[in-house]
């Protein structure tokens, strides 16, 4: 079976929660990974309330670092944690939001990432999140997916780490053939079809998007069948975040 992961910064809801609604509801994801989650003012409720206005719910506790972890209906949430990532100083506190779910009998260990704009921060954190998430996916034989702003473009440190690491989701699509799921789970190879209107996967900033900083890490036992962004209007794309979001579909063994 595939399942559907995706990442998104939420802009902290400061923008159009009803163009967000749609868009979140669009993407169409099994497991959605948040930055820029409400922290503050009953973030609690914020967060519970946008997810369910979407299908989904939040599976992911606490609100260090905004980074949080919804599921959709089909995803039976096996573990959820959020852990701090190092201080610092002067720097904003970053975090991990964890979830190991279980989708079809395939199991996943996804998790939440938002990197800070300083390089050595960032790099830093890239590295402890991976180990992070190898550490929560053992003990459950789960395959890692790793979704975040990145703030840095792929040529990067922090992201050619992540993508030496996982793989680009979104490039691992696009260099080569997709797969389609026939009825019956067989799958064929097709042409990829990159995103109308989102050249080389831009996604920041919205309305004008012209960097690729946000993205899909996936552990090569997840086999990407596809990436691209949320089935929206482009108005609603433009009116709910200063972001726009990545969705990967994932073929998992076993599952």
């Not at 559907?4 to 609604?21: F, K």
């Not at 080569?176 to 190879?189: C, M, S």
């Not at 962004?229 to 794309?237: F, H, R, S, W, Y």
């Amino acid at each position: 079976m595939t399942v559907r992961v995706g990442t998104y910064n939420l802009h902290g809801l400061r923008d159009s929660l009803p163009a967000l609604t749609r868009v979140i509801a669009g993407l169409r994801a099994d497991v959605l990974c948040v930055q820029e989650a409400p922290r503050f003012g009953r973030w609690r409720a914020r967060r519970r309330a946008l997810a369910a206005a979407a299908g989904m719910r939040l599976a992911t506790p606490g609100r260090l670092g905004g980074v949080a972890v919804l599921t959709g209906p089909r995803v039976r949430v096996l573990e959820a944690r959020s852990h701090a990532l190092r201080v610092f100083l002067g720097l904003e506190l970053r975090g991990l939001a964890i979830a190991v779910v279980e989708a079809g009998g395939a199991r996943l260990a996804v998790g939440s990432l938002h990197l800070d704009l300083h390089d050595p921060a960032r790099v830093h954190h890239a590295a402890e999140a991976v180990a992070l998430m190898e550490r929560a996916a053992a003990p459950y034989g789960a395959a890692i997916v790793l979704g975040g702003d990145v703030n840095e473009r792929p040529h990067q440190p922090a992201w050619r780490y992540l993508a030496g690491r996982l793989s680009d989701c979104y490039e691992a699509a696009a260099s080569r053939l997709a797969y389609e799921e026939l009825p019956g789970g067989r799958l064929v190879e097709r042409p990829v079809e990159r995103p109308v209107g989102r050249p080389e996967g831009l996604t920041f900033p919205a309305a004008r998007p012209s960097a690729r900083i946000d993205g899909v890490f996936a552990a090569p036992e997840a086999r990407v069948v596809s990436c691209g962004g949320a089935d929206a209007a482009p108005a609603d794309l433009a009116a709910a975040s200063d972001h726009l979001p990545v969705v990967a579909e994932l073929r998992l063994a076993g599952g």
